[in-house]
């Protein structure tokens, strides 16, 4: 990468400054030394964005790590309070926080919902994503009408469609069981029972996920050739045979991109959760993310140290995850 | 040359990058020595917004007059957030209000944590005495007064007269006598006996005294939820669901509560003054005759209701203390207390208020009165605040069928007892 770098001025730069360092020692710089000197050019372009990363990235990161094997809490940490400063007072506890994490029921029982939640939420989402990119992809009336109607949930801000769902949601006052009421059928319990809360929740997500889906894969759709369809027409292959060999292996790149991000953000998608149902009833919808603000929000003392341990795994576990589905990815011949 | 405007480049990067991260060196509130206040004093109220809040800032606006010097921030928090929120602001060391109407059991927290301003011998508690001692307790910790008393409340069971009428049942007593109401009541009007609600601990409270029990026994230092009036109370509540005596919910629940008893469409509610206000506001009870207001069901060890209410406390950081003492002062005087206790409904926290012609023949605050002089007082330790979270995740679960009665009470015993350390 560093070769490529402006060759000319480097170069020019670099013999100037390598004159003019080699003061006092006589030994030849090192490579580390020469590295910097040849290239100090492009160092100094990309400086500021390495430091902001830097701090908006691996300080909270390094830090999350740090207190993750504390026992900090809200009585402990530092804390500045006009003029008075209290000085931090936790201690290290090494993997404790983990130990109690990894042998406790709460974050596997936790980590069961949200591998549920995240599992049926990305098939569902991609399934009804694939059909609607599908019917979209022919010729049909009115097609960018139905498109931008199809778009829109993901134009409208997140916890706005939220707010909105609990609305409809309510067992009283809400349309739903309004409408429900209309057909003869008694109210369901939306949010307040925890089997139909899990479904609200999931139907929620999947609401707000498929437009990403089906504008991606109707991208991908309509990369495919129309030769390769008609050429299989003509030796006589079924819709369903040109599906199953057109267009999926067609869509492979496109779908494997966005099942792996899907996952990634099911996982962690804090807001429908916590604004429809704030992890209740009882515990019944918590996913780990929105446990692990609980943990350093909700609890009092607020537990800095476990709400941090739940941050750490959760990045273990998607990273792991990340990696699996690569490789699996690879073994099919994929590029990625 | 082209090295020179490399360096000027990163110089001016690295300046702007540090500047925007300084910065803000803040208003010191100008404060004068001649003794006349001035400044900036923000205050956090809590109350509903819609009915209680309108008098709040009216009044808080009536300290600018008598000091006009002082500018008065009103700024309403909602009740659910506002302890969250105090505890960022102040933990960070920005955004705190200088006053906050802080619930009475956030004030022993709050000043466990270093976050408020101690008042012993402020302005903010002129005429100390006269404040009722349930009212001054929960202002205490570690020998020093943190707030002042603003407003003391307790729970009763509002109901709906005229439901009651149509269906022809007297006022319930006790548990047994509330289920058989509300079976009548279901049967004659086809609307729903009570409204309880399902996502706050602080509602389950009359049944768990009523029952005998108690959260924690802070004298013996031991934890009693788990005890066997706190498991009986669990199944009388779970009982009154099951049975459709009562209709609960997991979210929203202040929303659909008050909603459906302003609606007629619940004819009970178990709630306290501060629903007053607003549920007058309601269509049913557009005729204040038809709000009927008597003490809780007892259970089987009889009546109890927990002592509830709110103090004005100062934070430590704030930068006009000597504001925000006086505002927190004329905020809780015997004037402004009257004047609370006429437009809403809210019981004084001073002895001499209760004398007011004004005050004494409001009928609501007669009614809460006794109720609250015999009341429960929840132990006023810092951990007060934090019992009631384990608490409602276990009796929302028990309420929607996910755990037991008993194991319910056992999880949130267990809980208190990782939270309050050495605690049997």
Redesign the interface.
């Known amino acids: 990468m560093a070769v490529h770098t402006s060759q000319s ?1 480097a170069k020019a ?1 670099g013999d100037n400054v390598a004159r003019g360092r080699s003061r006092g020692a006589g030994k030849p710089p090192g490579r580390f030394r020469r590295a910097v000197s040849v290239h100090w ?1 492009a160092w ?2 990309i ?2 964005v390495v ?2 990363i830097g701090v908006i990235i691996g300080y909270p990161l390094g830090r999350g790590i740090y207190l993750s094997m504390t026992d900090a809490n ?2 402990n ?1 530092e ?6 400063h ?1 000085p931090a007072t936790y201690k290290f506890v090494g993997l404790d926080n983990y130990t109690d994490a990894l042998t406790g029921n709460q974050f596997l029982s936790t980590l069961g919902w949200t591998l549920v939640w995240t599992v049926s939420c990305v098939s569902v989402t991609f399934v009804l994503g694939l059909t609607l990119a599908n019917m979209l992809n022919r010729r049909i009336a009115g097609r960018s009408a139905y498109r931008m109607m199809l778009i829109l949930p993901w134009a409208v801000p997140g916890f706005v469609s939220v707010f909105a769902w ?1 609305f409809l949601y ?4 809400g349309l739903l069981n309004k409408l429900l009421a209309g057909g003869g059928i008694d109210a369901v319990p939306w ?4 089997t139909w ?1 899990k479904f609200a929740v999931i139907v929620v997500n999947v609401w707000l996920g498929v437009p990403f889906m089906m504008v991606a894969l109707l991208g991908g759709l309509q990369s495919i050739p129309g030769e390769l369809y008609e050429a299989a027409e003509m030796d006589g292959a079924s819709a369903w045979q040109r599906f199953r060999h057109i267009t999926m292996p067609g869509l492979r790149s496109v779908s494997s991109t966005v099942v792996l991000l899907s996952t990634i953000w099911t996982f962690n998608m804090f807001p429908v959760i916590f604004l ?3 992890g ?5 919808t918590q996913i780990l993310v929105t446990q692990a603000y609980k943990f350093s ?6 537990d800095f140290a476990m709400s941090s341990t739940w941050g750490v795994l959760i990045l273990i576990l998607l990273m792991v995850f990340a990696a699996v589905y690569r490789r699996a990815l690879r073994k099919q011949g994929e590029v990625w | 040359m ?2 020179g405007i ?2 000027t480049a ?1 110089v001016a ?2 300046a702007l ?1 540090a500047t925007a991260c300084g910065g803000d060196s803040g208003d010191s509130g100008e404060k004068k020595s001649s003794g006349k206040l001035s400044g900036t004093v923000t205050w956090w109220d809590t109350s509903t917004v819609g009915s209680e809040d309108k008098v709040f800032k009216k009044l808080a606006e009536g300290f600018e007059k008598k000091h006009p010097d002082v500018d008065v921030k009103y700024v309403n928090v909602p009740f659910g957030e506002a ?2 929120k105090f ?2 602001a ?2 960070s ?1 920005s955004g705190a209000p200088d006053v906050i109407r802080a619930e009475v059991a956030w004030t022993p ?1 709050f000043a ?4 408020l301003a101690p008042l012993d011998g402020t302005t903010a508690l002129k005429n100390e005495k006269d404040f009722l001692g349930q009212a001054a307790a929960s202002t205490k910790y570690n020998g020093k007064t943190y707030a002042v008393p603003q407003v003391i409340d307790s729970m009763g069971l509002f109901y709906n007269e005229k439901i009651f009428k149509d269906a022809g049942v007297k006022v319930p007593r006790t548990i047994d006598e509330l289920k058989s109401v509300s079976k009548k009541i279901k049967d004659k009007t086809g609307k729903t006996g009570l409204y309880l609600r ?2 706050d601990a602080y509602w389950f409270l009359s049944f768990l005294y009523g029952e005998g029990g108690d959260l924690v026994d802070a004298k013996k230092k031991t934890v009693t939820v788990d005890q066997e009036p706190g498991v009986k109370a669990l199944k009388v509540v779970k009982d009154l669901v099951d049975s459709g005596a009562a209709k ?5 629940g202040w929303e ?1 509560m008050q ?2 008893f302003k609606d007629g ?1 619940a004819a009970m509610m178990i709630n306290g003054p501060w629903a007053v206000a607003d549920t007058f506001a309601g269509k049913e009870f557009k005729d204040k005759a038809n709000l009927g207001i008597t003490t809780v069901p007892a259970g089987s060890a009889g009546q109890g209701a927990p002592q509830g209410g709110h103090n004005l406390a100062v ?5 006009n203390l000597d504001a925000s003492y006086a505002f927190s002062e004329y905020m809780t005087s015997a004037t402004s207390q009257a004047l609370i206790a006429k437009e809403l409904n809210l019981l004084p926290t001073r002895t001499s208020v209760y004398s007011q012609p004004d005050v004494s023949g409001n009928h609501i605050v007669g009614f809460f009165k006794p109720v609250v002089d015999k009341a429960v007082e929840r132990p006023w330790i810092p951990e007060t ?2 019992l009631f ?2 608490l409602k ?2 009796y ?2 028990v ?5 037991t009665p008993e194991k319910g009470a056992k999880a949130t015993g267990d809980s208190y007892r990782k939270l309050l350390k050495g605690w049997k």
């Not at chain 1, 929000?297 to 607020?302: K, N, T, V």
């Not at chain 2, 934070?315 to 930068?319: E, I, L, M, N, Q």
């Open positions: 001025v730069a050019y100094t372009m400086a500021p430091i902001v809200e009585r940490v804390r500045s309070i006009g003029v008075n209290l609990r309510n067992e009283d006052r949010l307040n029972d925890p809360a429809l149902t704030r209740g009833p009882g515990e019944a929000f909700e609890i009092s003392p607020r | 082209r090295r490399a360096a990163l990067t690295l990058a302890q969250n505890k960022n102040a933990q060391g927290q466990d944590l270093g976050y399902g996502d609960t919910d997991a979210t929203d659909n909603a459906s469409k934070y430590a950081g704030s930068k605040g934090s979270e384990p995740t276990e929302t679960k309420l929607t069928g996910q755990t």
